[in-house]
């Protein structure tokens, strides 16, 4: 069975009036309104779910209803992420290295491959009128991982032979010279023990990613096609009617207004608000699943002089026994029109699943479905919980030297802390009912398809296209035959891997690359 949208209704749809970057007007919703799709959150995942049913169910009414004044104001703002396009080029958390040294490529190329969605679709909304200029939203910023000692450096011959294997990584760089890494890095560089034992790879096929500016592009084009953004407006529950449909239950919050929509299916692309509002509606998919929220700080430099060396995304190792969340990172930003540096991440602890959220989120999202699985990740996360007591206990000098170890010469007056997003990782059951913690993303269908939410962060919003994709393949099954040539004119590779077309690879990145403006030196959309 699939979900109660039929065809489109014949109820007036009103379109939000757009007032500033992110914020939507709030005209009065009347009770007999029934959309065929409510989005649940204004972020990246909604906006990539209205972009694409924008293709192929054209005429399907949406409204979307965002808690917060702005869209785009939590995990996807670009200051809340680390924007870096998460294509497995320099995370080394992704290619993690066996007991006999070797490196299996798998999970790296199946999130490039991913990410090649991500910019497939990007560059096909461009050509369809998104934006004046792609580089209001990603940038080409090469992506390097750096390690240090004779081990690093084995680990990293082993890494880059792993990878260059496959065609999405053929052009993967390796070095092991400090002159080398002094060009690709002078910042980091400097300073440094000209004795140290160093290796790097680089791709300079990288790209830095302003999500929140992405966001606001969707949902302004969502709505200039008739989809209803509601700011600063909560969704209070959500209830199944015997007609199969979903009673979605609002708030205003500046009126106090209190409403209902009556919707054919709902996608819940809260966030970490994505547990509770799945738990309110009672599916028994989501039975067994818990969150635990992990806050996470950075270091932040405005300095222009420090950004102008160093024009790169460098990924390095996490610490023996600390989670993959921990892999630390010195980030080129291009938020605002400035260019920025941005290090961490540095772990918090906060009960919230939202910087906006509640101190009762955590307690209140325990319930006797969830219980046993978020006790048994209790017992097994020790070390988990060792690291984030030892972040949060961590004095402002001990994070400076974390620092050093990227960049030698780093002067703290130079550095300001940040807090970024909420991140709530996934609390799942395995497959013999004990407690899990996940680090990546988990799509919940229930509702026979009438519903589905994304729990879960990393690797997130690079890969919200192809995570939305999943979702109409799963909740819309009866139409993704119809579908199917739609989604291929504008995603040119959508179902055949480009792990195993070399050609189609070449064909797809040379045209992506050529649209969304990826070539040459880092530049800013209306640079001089």
Request: aromatic fraction near 6%; charged fraction near 20%.
């Amino acid at each position: 069975m699939t979900s109660p949208v039929t065809s489109p209704t014949s109820t007036e749809h009103t379109t939000s009036g757009h007032t500033a970057p992110g914020e939507y007007a709030h005209p009065v919703i009347p009770d007999t309104s029934r959309p065929d799709v409510v989005l649940v959150g204004g972020g990246v995942m909604s906006a990539t779910l209205a972009a694409l049913l924008g293709i192929v169910a054209p005429h399907w009414s949406i409204t979307l209803f965002e808690a917060g004044d702005k869209v785009a104001a939590e995990s996807s703002d670009g200051w809340n992420n680390a924007g870096t396009g998460h294509s497995a080029l320099c995370e080394l958390n992704y290619t993690p290295a066996g007991k006999d040294g070797s490196v299996d490529p798998a999970k790296a190329i199946s999130i490039n491959e991913q990410f090649q969605l991500s910019r497939q679709f990007w560059s096909h909304l461009v050509r369809s009128g998104l934006t004046g200029s792609p580089k209001n939203f990603i940038t080409p910023v090469p992506h390097i991982s750096f390690v240090h000692g004779t081990e690093g450096q084995e680990y990293m011959r082993a890494r880059h032979a792993a990878l260059t294997s496959s065609p999405l990584f053929a052009e993967l760089e390796l070095t092991t010279s400090q002159d080398e890494l002094a060009q690709w890095v002078p910042l980091m560089m400097e300073g440094r023990d000209p004795a140290q034992p160093v290796a790097a790879t680089r791709s300079t096929a990288g790209t830095d990613v302003d999500f929140g500016s992405l966001t606001r592009l969707l949902l302004d084009q969502a709505t200039s096609r008739g989809v209803a953004v509601h700011t600063g407006t909560s969704v209070q529950d959500l209830e199944r009617t015997t007609d199969g449909r979903w009673k979605v239950t609002a708030r205003h919050h500046a009126s106090g207004e209190e409403f209902t929509v009556n919707a054919g299916f709902v996608f819940v692309g809260a966030g970490g608000g994505a547990l509770p509002l799945l738990q309110r509606a009672e599916i028994p998919e989501i039975k067994g699943f818990g969150g635990f929220p992990v806050s996470g700080l950075f270091l932040r430099s405005k300095n222009e002089q420090l950004a102008a060396r160093h024009q790169a995304k460098v990924y390095g190792q996490a610490a023996v026994g600390a989670p993959p969340m921990s892999v630390p990172h010195l980030d080129l930003r291009l938020i605002d029109g400035q260019q920025s540096l941005l290090f961490g991440p540095y772990a918090g602890f906060s009960p919230k699943f939202l910087k906006s959220g509640s101190w009762l989120d955590l307690p209140r999202s325990v319930r006797l479905g969830n219980i046993g699985s978020m006790l048994g990740v209790a017992r097994t996360q020790t070390a988990l919980t060792r690291y984030l007591v030892g972040q949060v206990l961590q004095r402002p000098s001990d994070r400076l030297e974390a620092l050093e170890e990227f960049v030698p010469t780093a002067d703290g007056d130079d550095w300001e802390m940040i807090h970024a997003g909420q991140r709530v990782q996934v609390i799942k059951q395995d497959e013999k009912g004990r407690g899990v913690l996940q680090f990546g993303t988990e799509l919940v269908v229930g509702g026979e398809g009438s519903i589905a939410g994304l729990l879960g962060a990393s690797p997130g919003a690079s890969t919200a296209v192809a995570a939305m994709l999943d979702l109409l393949r799963r909740c819309f099954p009866d139409r993704h035959a119809e579908w199917e040539p739609l989604l291929r004119e504008a995603i040119p590779s959508y179902g055949r891997p480009l792990s195993g077309d070399p050609a189609l690879f070449a064909e797809v990145r040379e045209e992506t690359t050529r649209t969304l403006e990826l070539t040459g030196p880092v530049e800013l959309a209306g640079a001089r």
